[in-house]
């Protein structure tokens, strides 16, 4: 029988700690509403999403209720539309008219994104990969909720370096289209390498193709956790650490995989994965700096944050194992640096650098991640941001992504306001060196030399 | 049937466990195991009930706690055993 403590433990989790449940993701596929005709294409994409998506936000506030534990968000994500869209979509333009029914179909069944405004071009662009990514600007501006993923590159098969240099103007473009709000429109748009298909977590989320006609995934989260926790073994060994961040883990998991559970068997969808991500907010007591500082570092960026992140994202992750029957999606520590108290106030102080953030990119759980730069910044530099990004995804066969807001009208020393869970952020330098000879060669890098396994 | 969590945390006054057994027995709702401590002055108890017999519906009683909660000035819980059950047992 449960006791008391126990009882008490998890509440407070809850009510003090911010532990929540921050997304139930329901991944449809839209590859059976392919048509050769646009307006019926968008009809059978607004019906199947509808059909399959008008219980889930009644469902999981359901469940919310029941367990009493906060389920932040309710979302969808779909089958990557430059597939979906090919057939029908011969301009950008028309692919700007899907994003439409896209957010559309998010409005009436009251998620509050839709991921999969998608392509998957690792190794080369189709046309109507290409299209797709020409239109995302204009379908960034032109939408609320729409949330769209370029994958770049992979381990397998090297980078598309056509593709990085294109993203490096599309994310100049998105900025210049929403330049009125801090260039709001690069919140949503992430550059990926190594992208994975069952991902719960905007801004890269999609359905993947590997995956079957719907699935539930499921994303707790917890930083508020892993700090208390931490703040009772204040001096312990590594050993000790490394134990209470597991455990603590292992315990904020069996949350989500009660709840995925749950939303799988309440909605009559498949179970796919928890992904057991440690997703600071804003809010006060919800940081991954801070889980960092309490490690014993005196801000986020001093030297040993790279180790300090290594050790707290792959404690995560064998925590988070042990707890769920499958685990996928990201799984570990994100380092956003708007979203996270204790990030702005280390990129304010001037503890945490782009060159630092990317170095810990390198451990942590996915890459750069709303990252405010100067609006100036030449597309070039930004798509050379992304190659560093992508060649780290790339040879150490993780995850990498680059998710970054030139805004436009401002510099260093300036701030950006996004509003809500994007929260805010200082401009942060960028090396002003010119790389544009480098990323205007064209073609791909080749798949490193240990993608060779067969 | 899954059994049901109240948990009551707050200040300690006179009569809490009476007000909140009151609510429970009006809505045929049986209490099998209570335990509770005081540190420093609040109250924190816990109770495992069965709500097998109670006619309305799981969210309403959490709700009408969660009120009768407010009316007495401590926070009242009602949440399904699994929360607990899935994150402390294996």
């Known amino acids: 029988m449960i006791n008391l403590r126990e009882v008490s433990e998890t509440n407070e989790m809850i009510s003090k700690e911010n532990l929540d449940v921050r997304t139930i993701t329901l991944g449809i596929s839209l590859l059976d509403c392919i048509d050769s005709d646009k307006e019926k294409l968008k009809k059978n994409i607004f019906d199947k999403i509808y059909e399959s998506a008008k219980d889930l936000v009644s469902t999981g506030d359901r469940i919310s209720k029941y367990y009493g534990i906060p389920i932040v968000n309710k979302r969808i994500s779909v089958t990557p539309i430059a597939m979906v869209g090919g057939a029908a979509c011969k301009t950008p333009e028309d692919f700007t008219e899907i994003a439409v029914t896209l957010d559309e179909a998010a409005k009436k069944v009251g998620v509050n994104f839709i991921g999969g405004y998608s392509a998957l071009v690792s190794k080369g662009m189709t046309a109507a990969d290409e299209m797709l990514i020409r239109s995302i600007p204009l379908a960034l501006s032109k939408t609320e909720r729409i949330m769209s993923s370029v994958c770049v590159g992979s381990t397998r098969t090297g980078i598309d370096m056509d593709a990085v240099r294109l993203m490096g103007d599309v994310i100049k473009q998105t900025a210049e289209l929403t330049k009125d709000n801090d260039s709001i429109g690069c919140t949503k748009l992430v550059v990926l390498c190594n992208a994975p298909d069952d991902n719960p977590f905007m801004a890269g989320a999609f359905h993947g193709v590997t995956e079957g006609d719907k699935v539930i995934n499921v994303g707790v989260s917890g930083p508020g956790v892993v700090k208390t926790a931490l703040e009772k073994v204040r001096g312990e060994s590594f050993e000790v650490l490394c134990e209470t961040i597991k455990t603590t883990a292992c315990k904020v998991t069996r949350v989500g995989q009660l709840v995925a559970m749950e939303a799988s068997k309440r909605l009559g969808v498949p179970f796919g994965i928890v992904d057991l991500s440690l997703a600071p907010t804003p809010a006060i007591g919800d940081s991954v700096a801070d889980i960092l500082c309490e490690m014993g570092l005196e801000s986020a960026g001093a030297p040993g944050t790279t180790a300090a992140l290594a050790i707290l994202n792959d404690q995560v992750k064998k925590g988070g194992v042990m707890a769920a029957s499958y685990v996928g999606g990201l799984s570990g520590a994100f380092i956003p640096v708007s979203e996270d108290q204790g990030m702005i106030d280390a990129a304010e102080c001037g503890s945490l650098s782009i060159e630092k953030l990317e170095a810990m990119t390198c451990v942590c759980s996915v890459g750069l991640d709303m990252i405010a730069i100067p609006g100036d910044t ?50 942060m330098k960028v090396n002003p060196f010119s790389c544009s000879d480098f990323v205007n060669r064209q073609g791909r890098i080749p798949a490193p030399i240990h993608s060779f396994k067969n | 049937m899954s059994k049901t969590i109240i948990t009551v945390v707050g200040k300690d006054t006179v009569g809490i466990i009476a007000r909140v057994c009151t609510y429970l027995a009006d809505n045929s709702i049986n209490i099998e195991d209570i335990s509770q401590t005081i540190v420093q002055g609040y109250f924190n108890m816990m109770m495992v009930v069965d709500m097998e017999k109670c006619e309305k519906h799981f969210i309403d009683v959490a709700e009408e706690l969660e009120k009768l909660g407010n009316d007495i000035g401590v926070i009242i819980h009602a949440q399904k055993e699994e929360i607990f059950e899935k994150m402390h047992r294996f």
């Open chain 1, 378 to 427: 030449p597309n070039t530099t930004i798509s050379g941001i992304i190659a560093d990004e992508m060649a780290i995804g790339m040879i150490n066969q993780k995850t990498t992504a680059v998710r970054i807001i030139p805004v436009i009208g401002k510099g260093v020393g300036d701030n950006c306001e996004f509003g809500g869970l994007l929260g805010h952020a200082p401009i």
